[in-house]
C-alpha cells in the first residue's frame, strides 16, 4: 500500500464488526481485507462506540462507525454546502486577507455560520478545493501544504560561512568601493 491513507468503506465496516464479534485476530481481518493491520487498528480507535452509562455496549458497530467517519468528514464540507460562505471567503482571500484573519474577523462579528483558519487550508487543499484551484487565493499559493516542521528556521541557514577573522586585511582600510 502507498502512504496515502484510504479509509475503510461501509461493506469493509460490515466484516470488521462480524469477524470482532467473534473474535478474529487482527491480523486476520487485515489480510481478508486486503489492508493494513494499523489501519484496522486506527479505524476501530477512531470509530468505537462507547457510553460511560452503558459500558458493556462498547465495541465496534459498522452504522456507527460509518457514521462517525462520515461527521469527521463533514469538517470541511461546511465549505461546499455553503457556496455562499465559500464565495466570501474567496472574496477576502482575493483582497489580500490571510485565513487567519477571516477566520478572527467571523468570530468577532459572531457569524452563525464560521469556519477556522484551518478549515480554509483544509478545504483549499481538500479534492473540491484543488478542483476549483482554490488554493491559489491562499497568500502564498501552493498545490501543496508544506509539512508541519518544515516552516520553520529555513531561512536564517548561511551556507559556507566566512569567519571576519579571516578577511584580507586590505578590506579593512576600505580604499576599494565595496569595501
Not at 104 to 132: C, N, Q, W
Not at 138 to 165: A, K, W
Amino acid at each position: 500500500m502507498g502512504s496515502h491513507y484510504c479509509h475503510l468503506n461501509m461493506h469493509e465496516r460490515r466484516k470488521l464488526s462480524e469477524w470482532l464479534e467473534v473474535k478474529m485476530p487482527i491480523a486476520e481481518i487485515a489480510d481478508c481485507l486486503g489492508h493494513d493491520r494499523s489501519r484496522i487498528y486506527r479505524d476501530i480507535k477512531r470509530n468505537r462506540y462507547t457510553d460511560d452509562e452503558l459500558p458493556e455496549l462498547k465495541s465496534y458497530y459498522a452504522l456507527n462507525a460509518q457514521e462517525m467517519y462520515e461527521k469527521r468528514r463533514a469538517i470541511h464540507r461546511k465549505m461546499v454546502v455553503h457556496p455562499d460562505l465559500k464565495a466570501a471567503i474567496k472574496d477576502r482571500l482575493k483582497a489580500g486577507w490571510s485565513p487567519e484573519q477571516i477566520a478572527g474577523r467571523m468570530r468577532l462579528e459572531r457569524h452563525p455560520i464560521r469556519v477556522s483558519h484551518e478549515t480554509i487550508y483544509r478545504f483549499a487543499y481538500s479534492k473540491d478545493g484543488r478542483d476549483e484551484q482554490f488554493y491559489r487565493h491562499l497568500p502564498e499559493h501552493r498545490r501543496r501544504r508544506r509539512p508541519r516542521g518544515y516552516r520553520r528556521h529555513n531561512r536564517t541557514h548561511i551556507f559556507d560561512v566566512q569567519s571576519l577573522s579571516r578577511r584580507p586585511e586590505r578590506i579593512s582600510e576600505r580604499a576599494e568601493f565595496g569595501h
